[in-house]
Structures are given as structure tokens and as C-alpha cells.
């Protein structure tokens, strides 16, 4: 695999962590450098993690992760993606506040956007890829979309005022039916 494919890839793995980020962007008022920071690192070392760990695990365990990787996914985004509509319906003064700097909250975001790069894993010991470099080009270019996301989020966000955790809420909804259908489907 070359650099360029290397790119794509890392470049489509990071596309639902720069959904979430833009959902997470949404529901902060106004996000410092530093939450950014934050939250792309999560989603930049656990995008980074899982392709190896799915690589390890692929030589015992291969069906098993990509029989019901979909489905954990799917249980995780619909979860923290019902909270959050959930929240946004209640009046202003009743609204408890999901906090994506939360570390239980970016724990599960991170996993939850990071099942597609375990099963990438899993592809890449079949095809026996060496890791070093689709591990590294995988974590910096979720760091970037992710940290790009959130402040993209916070300025449209802005827009959009009390409805931003309904809108988060969905876009992770959504995210959780296109992995469960795109592998259902496949």
C-alpha cells in the first residue's frame, strides 16, 4: 500500500470522527484552542490504535470483530445521539449538559468512530501491511479533520443556538445507521 492509498483511506476513516467533532463543536458555546486540541486527540490516537489492535486480534479472532463491529458501533453513536435529542427537547431550564471534554463521553465517541478503523485492522493483517506508517498517517489526519470539525461546529453552532443538540444528535443517529446498513448491505 503506498502513501497516497494510505491517504484515502486515513482520509475516509476520518470522516465520522469529523462529523462528531462538528456535532461536538455544536453543542460548546464558544470551544478553546485547547478543547479542540482535546478532542481531536482522542479521536487521532484511538483512530490511530485501533487499526493496530484490529491487526493483532485478526489473527485469532477474524470473523468475530467483523460480525458485530456494525452493531457496536450503531448501539454507541444511537446512544449518545438519542441523549442529546433528547436533551435538546427539554425546556432550557430542565436540560442536563452533555459535555463532549466529558472523558466517559470522548472515550465512547472515540471508540464509537473508531470500529471502521479496527476492521481497516483486520484488512490490512490479511493483506499483511506493515503498520508504522498507515498508523501514523491515520492518527494525524483524524487529529486534523477532528480538530478542523469542532471549530467548524462551534461557528455554525452559533447559527443555530438551542436546536445545535438536537442537529449532534442526529448527525451521530445518522452515522450509526450508515455503518449498521453499509455492512448489513455489503
Known sequence: MNLVEILILSVGLAMDAFAVAIACGFIMKRP??????????????FQSAMPLLGWA?????????QGFDHWIAFALLFFIGGKMIFEGFKPKDEQLEINPLQISTLLILSVATSIDALAAGISFSFLRITMLLPVIVIGLVTFAFSFAGVKIGSKIGHYLEH???ILGGLVLIGLGVKVLAEHLTA
Open 32 to 45: 478553546k484552542i485547547s478543547h479542540a486540541f482535546k478532542i481531536a486527540l482522542f479521536f487521532g490516537v
Open 57 to 65: 486480534l485478526a489473527r485469532s479472532f477474524r470473523e468475530l470483530a
Open 163 to 165: 436546536k445545535v443538540k
